[in-house]
């Protein structure tokens, strides 16, 4: 097999080498990539345009330091694009989080082999691999099990710390996973070791997927979803590829989107059959149905998704992000009721859901969770006719430090309906609109980085 031709954008070696290069590729800051390429290896933006297929003027925009005084630079999300990128300036896939690409496939030196592979078997295999020499290679390896093993307790302090901490510090935190696991599978190492860190890196994926798309990165969110989901399927990591198929179903639950969220949610089960995320995937079920108005299809999921939950034992850190709890599913049939109009089923589950999210000396430990149970606790309230404790309610829920954007609006869009449908004249619920409108337009502004 011929190696693959050149482009004329091709990044030598010795600006791949580059760490300010190597981190701007990890961080998808492609522009910077272009500047650095441009500085160190004296690729052209004209090259570069004329490998991805961009106008040259583009090039220079996205180029330009973030310091003249024009504002942030455009970035490059969508995935096909960057692929595009990532072909023309002939990138390692493992250097932006890809998997290797085609192009790195065709590369390697050309083995010349008889017409007659028989002659050369007797000859004592001269030019191949010894068998003995192959197995030697494969125990070889620059890291350790006390390494994977501090890798898989550092993901697993980020999936624990996710129903509380600070969306821009799990973000900066799984970055920085991403990063190192991405420079550990550069050295050398064991089958069973790399598919570890592949493991590693989907599960980091994940986490990363939910935080962007916390903070309103749905096109960074997607990306990670879909990076998690390639490498669920290369690793033969069934719960893996179940989680991608949840956010996804989660993603299409807060666009709307039912028929996609429907068949995600059947993706999901299809991936796994014996881990918690198949309780979470019953649940987006019935959340979808109960928004479609299928009283039958709530139910039905609902009893399904609790039968499984049942069938699991209780985890010890029911916090983690990634392993369904059975206190949680009072927030889901919280959910499912509302929409469906029983309002005292709902207000029952979300008291329960607020006393579980708070802790001993009243800190609120789940503060995601107890934000939407208030905003159900306000629409209970506003179909009965108290406005005033409807509006404190959604407003408390509104002003949470720790937040996600889509799954709060979807339920706080549902309080502002309820109070400008029965009170349209009511000040109280003019101003509440006002809140729920400037945090959807703080929602919809530029994405922020990868």
């Given at each position: 097999?011929?190696e693959?031709?050149?482009?004329?954008?091709?990044?030598?070696?010795?600006?791949?080498?580059?760490?300010?290069?190597?981190?701007?590729?990890?961080?998808?800051d492609f522009?910077?990539?272009?500047?650095?390429?441009?500085?160190?290896?004296?690729?052209?933006?004209?090259?570069?345009a004329?490998?991805?297929?961009?106008k040259r003027?583009?090039?220079?925009?996205?180029?330009?330091?973030?310091?003249?005084?024009?504002?942030?630079?455009?970035?490059?999300?969508?995935?096909?694009k960057?692929?595009?990128?990532?072909?023309?300036?002939?990138?390692?896939g493992?250097?932006a989080?890809?998997?290797?690409?085609?192009?790195?496939?065709?590369?390697?030196?050309?083995?010349?082999?008889?017409?007659?592979p028989?002659?050369?078997?007797?000859?004592?295999?001269?030019?191949?691999?010894?068998?003995?020499?192959?197995?030697?290679?494969?125990e070889?390896?620059?890291?350790?099990?006390?390494a994977?093993?501090?890798?898989?307790q550092g993901i697993?302090?980020?999936?624990?710390?996710?129903?509380?901490?600070?969306?821009?510090y799990?973000?900066?935190?799984?970055?920085?996973g991403?990063?190192?696991?991405?420079?550990?599978?550069?050295?050398?190492?064991?089958?069973?070791?790399?598919?570890e860190?592949?493991?590693?890196?989907?599960?980091?994926?994940?986490?990363n997927?939910?935080?962007?798309y916390?903070?309103?990165?749905?096109?960074?969110?997607?990306?990670?979803?879909?990076?998690?989901?390639?490498?669920?399927?290369?690793?033969?990591?069934?719960?893996?590829?179940?989680?991608?198929?949840?956010?996804?179903?989660?993603?299409?639950?807060?666009?709307?989107?039912?028929?996609d969220?429907?068949?995600?949610?059947?993706?999901?089960?299809s991936?796994?059959?014996t881990?918690?995320?198949?309780?979470?995937?019953y649940?987006?079920?019935?959340?979808?149905?109960a928004?479609?108005?299928?009283?039958?299809?709530?139910?039905?999921?609902?009893?399904?998704?609790?039968?499984?939950?049942?069938?699991?034992?209780?985890?010890?850190?029911?916090?983690?992000?990634?392993?369904?709890?059975?206190?949680?599913?009072?927030?889901y049939?919280?959910?499912?009721?509302?929409l469906?109009?029983?309002?005292?089923r709902?207000?029952?589950?979300?008291?329960?859901?607020?006393?579980?999210?708070?802790?001993?000396?009243?800190?609120?430990?789940?503060?995601?969770r107890?934000?939407?149970?208030?905003?159900?606790?306000?629409?209970?309230a506003?179909?009965?006719?108290?406005?005033?404790?409807?509006?404190?309610?959604?407003?408390?829920?509104?002003?949470?430090?720790?937040?996600?954007?889509?799954?709060l609006?979807?339920?706080a869009?549902?309080?502002?309906?309820?109070l400008?449908?029965?009170?349209?004249?009511?000040?109280?619920?003019?101003?509440?609109?006002?809140?729920?409108?400037?945090i959807?337009?703080?929602?919809?502004?530029?994405?922020?980085?990868?």
């Amino acid at each position: 097999m011929t190696e693959a031709a050149p482009t004329p954008a091709a990044l030598p070696p010795h600006v791949l080498e580059r760490a300010d290069v190597r981190s701007a590729i990890a961080n998808h800051d492609f522009g910077e990539v272009f500047r650095l390429a441009r500085l160190h290896g004296k690729v052209s933006y004209a090259k570069i345009a004329e490998a991805i297929g961009y106008k040259r003027e583009h090039i220079g925009k996205m180029a330009r330091p973030e310091t003249d005084g024009k504002g942030a630079r455009p970035r490059i999300t969508q995935h096909r694009k960057i692929l595009e990128v990532v072909d023309g300036l002939r990138i390692p896939g493992h250097l932006a989080g890809l998997t290797p690409r085609p192009w790195e496939l065709e590369r390697g030196t050309t083995i010349s082999v008889p017409d007659d592979p028989s002659t050369l078997i007797a000859q004592g295999g001269s030019g191949l691999w010894d068998v003995a020499e192959v197995l030697r290679r494969t125990e070889m390896s620059n890291i350790n099990s006390a390494a994977l093993e501090s890798i898989e307790q550092g993901i697993d302090q980020l999936a624990r710390a996710y129903p509380y901490a600070d969306a821009d510090y799990l973000h900066e935190r799984t970055r920085n996973g991403l990063q190192y696991v991405t420079k550990q599978l550069e050295g050398r190492m064991t089958l069973r070791q790399h598919r570890e860190l592949l493991v590693d890196a989907g599960w980091l994926f994940l986490l990363n997927a939910c935080v962007q798309y916390d903070r309103g990165q749905r096109e960074a969110a997607n990306l990670s979803k879909a990076a998690a989901l390639r490498i669920g399927d290369e690793t033969g990591h069934g719960e893996i590829k179940a989680w991608a198929w949840e956010i996804e179903a989660w993603f299409a639950l807060t666009q709307s989107r039912w028929p996609d969220m429907l068949r995600s949610v059947e993706a999901g089960h299809s991936a796994d059959q014996t881990h918690s995320v198949g309780v979470q995937l019953y649940a987006h079920k019935a959340r979808a149905a109960a928004r479609m108005g299928d009283a039958r299809l709530v139910r039905d999921s609902l009893d399904a998704g609790r039968a499984r939950l049942d069938r699991l034992p209780r985890p010890d850190h029911p916090e983690h992000h990634f392993i369904i709890d059975p206190d949680k599913w009072d927030f889901y049939e919280m959910d499912a009721y509302r929409l469906l109009g029983d309002d005292e089923r709902a207000a029952t589950h979300a008291r329960s859901v607020i006393r579980i999210s708070t802790g001993p000396d009243g800190t609120e430990i789940s503060p995601m969770r107890a934000a939407e149970a208030r905003l159900t606790l306000g629409v209970a309230a506003a179909r009965t006719g108290d406005i005033e404790e409807a509006v404190a309610l959604g407003t408390t829920a509104l002003a949470a430090d720790r937040k996600s954007l889509p799954s709060l609006l979807l339920v706080a869009n549902e309080l502002d309906r309820e109070l400008r449908s029965r009170y349209p004249r009511e000040t109280a619920s003019r101003d509440f609109h006002e809140r729920v409108t400037t945090i959807t337009r703080g929602a919809t502004t530029p994405e922020l980085p990868f």
